[in-house]
């Protein structure tokens, strides 16, 4: 991060133009129309590589539960967790899908979140992840930047009584192509939950090969409650991602690191489940990785849409320097998107800013109670 004093922005056809200390405007852009930030510290604005965005339902009562002694898996065992919102889910109208996804979106808007990653997997059959799909496509022509990620691999449905292997081919002969034909270039990537007691990294490896054929880059939930293999299968994938990443091999963090896939570290996950295991981040900083920050907003295990929070957790509980979770929220994590235009004030870059009032940003970390809310750069060109 570099950082510079009494600066100035030029803001042509919603990209930086020039950028630099107010002294050195160039002579070409004296008489521009001047917008004045009071002061204020100019900063991008923050992506989040992994939400799930668009559900039914809510689970406060599961979280009651956590809080009487249950534990997450005894929850999900019992049949409720991920199922609970998929029946939500299947039981809502895209209509009801969408009003609420926007109230969510609203509110991340207004904490500084500027794009985000946003995936099914709440449906867990064809027509309600198809109508997962359908509020994406509203929201997108509502104007919302978002990408969307296909992981109707989230769980094993109850109609398939356990079946993974089933349920995975199913997946990647039927589903994944007959969602793409329906909703042709709304998804981008997709995904697979690679976990003890949901799916083995090889029925992962048969749902993502058939995804990329279908031109969808994977996107890993990867060693979230033990290891097993998901960041070693996103290198060997070439994968965009991979996300969780809390019980991640030394293996792992290294051909992450060759192969240039991000690890997506989801903090606010570990916290809200009571966890101890924290995602070890400054091992994987050490062994090359460019590691990202995200909310993993979601009903069940992170209900949360405050992108300080994460940051301070980035910096508290991870271990990373104010400057390794802020670049983790912003560039890192629009690197892991494809978006090269998000993530970094330079020449080029959309005009995406964020104008904090704040003596230094790093009191975004150092007041960890403060409700600090940007306001956005307002340009008319």
């Known amino acids: 991060m570099d950082r510079i004093e009494d600066a100035a922005l030029v803001v042509e056809e919603g990209r930086i133009a020039w950028m630099g200390r107010r002294a050195d405007l160039p002579v070409a852009w004296a008489d521009a129309e001047r917008v004045d930030g009071g002061g204020a510290w100019a900063t991008p604005g923050f ?30 065992a019992e049949g409720g967790g991920i199922r609970e919102t998929v029946r939500a889910t299947r039981a809502a109208t895209v209509a009801e899908l969408v009003e609420a996804a926007e109230g969510r979106l609203e509110e991340l808007r207004s904490r500084g979140v500027v794009h985000l990653e946003a995936k099914t997997g709440y449906g867990l059959d064809l027509e309600a992840e198809s109508r997962q799909l359908e509020a994406y496509a509203a929201l997108k022509a509502k104007g919302w930047n978002l990408d969307v990620t296909l992981l109707p691999a989230h769980d094993i449905p109850t109609e398939f009584a356990g079946d993974a292997e089933r349920y995975a081919a199913l997946v990647a002969t039927e589903w994944l192509p007959e969602l793409v034909r329906r909703f042709p270039g709304l998804a981008r990537y997709g995904d697979v939950f690679i976990e003890k007691g949901v799916f083995t990294v090889e029925q992962g490896r048969r749902i993502f090969l058939a995804g990329k054929a279908l031109g969808l880059t994977p996107r890993v939930h990867a060693d979230e409650l033990s290891w097993t293999g998901g960041a070693e299968l996103a290198a060997e994938l070439g994968g965009a991602s991979a996300d969780h990443l809390m019980f991640c091999s030394d293996s792992g963090m290294k051909a992450m690191a060759a192969t240039g896939v991000t690890p997506i570290l989801l903090p606010g996950t570990t916290l809200f489940l009571g966890m101890r295991d924290w995602a070890p981040a400054r091992k994987m900083i050490e062994a090359g990785c460019a590691v990202a920050l995200a909310s993993d907003f979601n009903p069940g295990s992170c209900p949360c849409l405050d992108p300080l929070l994460i940051l301070r957790l980035g910096c508290l509980q991870l271990r990373m320097t104010f400057e390794e979770a802020f670049t983790a929220m912003t560039l890192h994590a629009a690197r892991s998107l494809g978006q090269p235009d998000l993530g970094h004030l330079q020449v080029g870059a959309r005009a995406e800013v964020l104008l904090w009032d704040l003596k230094d940003p790093l009191e975004l970390v150092y007041w960890v109670g403060g409700s600090f809310l940007p306001r956005r750069m307002n340009v008319t060109s």
């Open 47 to 76: 992506v989040d590589p992994h939400t799930h965005l668009v559900f039914g339902g809510d689970r406060s009562g599961e979280f009651n539960r956590r809080l009487h002694g249950v534990s997450y898996a005894q929850i999900a």
